[in-house]
């Protein structure tokens, strides 16, 4: 009854520790799928053994159950890199339209048509919020600023696509733009101003007045503007 009592003990800590190794070991190896880590690989199979291993413990005595922990530790590192794999197709592959739909959708996002109304340069993209697709577009105007929209939605196709949520805007005023002899470029700001659909509506109805808003813009440009549009396109 004791040596029963002590292989359960033994096993529900392995299993314990197996699956706290593995939690903390998961976030090392992937972000998601992002950012693979070695040493995360290593100790998420490691983990894997030790919880294979309390597993076992409960059935087999306690060599075969380290053996069972041995060979389930290479198999779930082969399982893992399966599920990475599937994870990142089904994401291309559900994702497929979605830098279409910049390109050919802005007619259906209004603040994106209307800046492509105001500004002679901008540019429109797709990234990826927490829970949601953000369709972006940015414009480059008077020689030293940006204007961001970000705003989610949701993309059927590469025409087809509907707003989520609540537009949202960032303007930033650049003070100076050093271009290295390499070709790189580094932008400093000065000032900068978030605001939302209602105060974007005053700006567009004045033809593309910010002072509306409470921002004057200066009238003068900064050296190498230019170089920080191409530098910034996606």
């Not at 559900?94 to 830098?99: A, L, P």
């Not at 500004?119 to 797709?126: L, N, R, T, V």
């Not at 697709?133 to 949701?154: C, H, I, K, W």
């Not at 978030?194 to 509506?201: D, T």
């Amino acid at each position: 009854m004791e040596r029963s009592l002590l292989r359960s003990t033994a096993a529900i800590a392995l299993i314990v520790f197996g699956a706290a190794m593995v939690f903390v070991s998961f976030e090392l190896v992937s972000n998601r799928f992002g950012n693979t880590d070695t040493l995360g690989l290593f100790l998420f199979g490691l983990a894997g053994c030790i919880f294979a291993t309390g597993v076992a413990l409960f059935f087999l005595r306690l060599p075969h159950a380290i053996l069972v922990g041995i060979i389930a530790a290479p198999l779930l590192v082969v399982l893992l890199f399966v599920l990475f794999w599937v994870t990142l197709f089904t994401t291309v592959f559900q994702n497929r339209h979605h830098q279409a739909f910049a390109a050919n959708g802005e007619a259906q996002i209004q603040p994106a048509r209307q800046m492509d109304e105001e500004f002679d340069e901008c540019h429109h993209y797709i990234t990826y919020g927490k829970d949601s697709p953000l369709f972006n577009s940015v414009a480059y105007f008077g020689d030293r600023y940006q204007l961001t929209m970000q705003v989610p939605v949701n993309i059927k196709s590469k025409m087809s696509g509907s707003v989520t949520g609540e537009p949202k805007f960032y303007l930033n005023e650049i003070e100076s733009i050093t271009v290295f002899p390499s070709g790189g470029v580094s932008t400093s700001y000065s000032r900068d101003l978030h605001f939302g659909s209602a105060e974007w509506q005053k700006v567009f109805e004045s033809n593309g007045d910010f002072s509306t808003i409470g921002f004057d813009i200066k009238p003068t440009g900064v050296a190498n503007f230019q170089k920080h549009v191409d530098a910034s396109r996606p």
